[in-house]
């Protein structure tokens, strides 16, 4: 794989592991829509006002679907189990996307995945599921852990359509129109059930700031940047990464120790992911 396009699934997933750390320490914690509101609408008004990019009549339709899926029902799920999960648990929960994105491309188009992706992705859930079911400290709620894996499923079967319909848009519109129409989605629900809003701390502000800039504008850039050129499911492997980052944020910054099992799991799921990018030798010919 080249360099350029490693860092392009490295870098997002790292990212948005520093997500469940601001929802809990720093962002409006009981307010998760208006938070998924705010990061998906504003760095969307930033780009659209950048490229001026209007897509054609026939992009409409499944650009609203991948929108709903990708942005607006991902990320309402999302706040919603990281404002009441532990931050390592919330990204696990989320990361079982790959092992969806692998049995979903097989039930619905019945795409194949070599051999060796789907073993990372296998390892990688087992590498969850071992940290999911070891004796630990942190808190569990059942409603959202189950929003969680929603936002698992909604992201992986979106980006299963992306990679299927191939809209000829380029990635910054593409990202932009995305965030924005996901972040409307939102917005009546964020209305009726969180306005009116208290007016922000300097940390709090600042906290909105680095998540729509840091933790969604440059990632999803890089990430649907990779999306055409990656296989979905060695693409998702990688999102893995993103409840390492959270992990090693809980342990270093929240004191969220994990048992040596969940410490185990977690290189299990690094390994999946290194699995996940060997290439398959060529067989020889005769």
């Known amino acids: 794989m080249p360099f350029h396009l490693l860092l392009c699934a490295v870098i997002p997933p790292i990212l948005w592991g520093t997500t ?15 938070t998924a509101m705010i990061r998906l609408l504003v760095p969307g008004l930033i780009l659209l006002c950048l490229v001026r ?9 499944p650009l609203l679907v991948v929108s709903l899926l990708c942005m607006g029902l991902m990320h309402a799920c999302l706040f919603y189990s990281a404002s009441r999960l532990a931050g390592p ?23 194949r995945t070599s051999w060796i992706i789907s073993c990372g992705a296998i390892l990688g859930f087992f590498g969850i599921t071992l940290v999911l079911i070891a004796p630990s400290r942190m808190h569990w709620d059942m409603p959202a852990a189950i929003a969680a894996l929603l936002a698992s499923a909604s992201m992986g079967l979106g980006t299963l359509l992306m990679k299927r319909w191939k809209l000829d848009i380029p990635p910054l519109p593409f990202v932009g129109w ?7 989605m939102v917005l009546p629900f964020a209305g009726w059930f969180e306005f009116p809003l208290p007016m922000p701390t300097l940390k709090e502000a600042s906290g909105y700031a680095f998540l729509t800039l840091m933790g969604t504008l440059l ?23 993103s409840p390492l980052t959270a992990i090693c944020i809980g342990f270093l910054l929240l004191g969220q120790a994990l048992t040596l099992w969940q410490v185990i799991g977690a290189v299990v799921v690094f390994a999946g992911i290194l699995i996940s990018q060997l290439k398959v030798p060529a067989p020889a010919r005769q």
Do not use: N
């Open 178 to 184: 995305q965030l924005l129409l996901g972040g409307l």
């Open 53 to 61: 990019y209007w897509p054609r009549p026939q992009h409409w339709r």
């Open 219 to 241: 990632p999803y850039y890089l990430w649907f940047k990779a999306l055409p050129r990656l296989d979905p499911v060695q693409l998702s492997v990688f999102i893995l990464l």
């Open 20 to 34: 469940y750390w601001l929802t809990t320490e720093v962002l409006w914690t009981e307010r998760p829509l208006t």
């Open 89 to 111: 648990l919330a990204a696990l929960l989320v990361c079982t996307q790959p092992l969806l994105v692998w049995m979903l491309a097989w039930v619905l188009f019945r795409q």
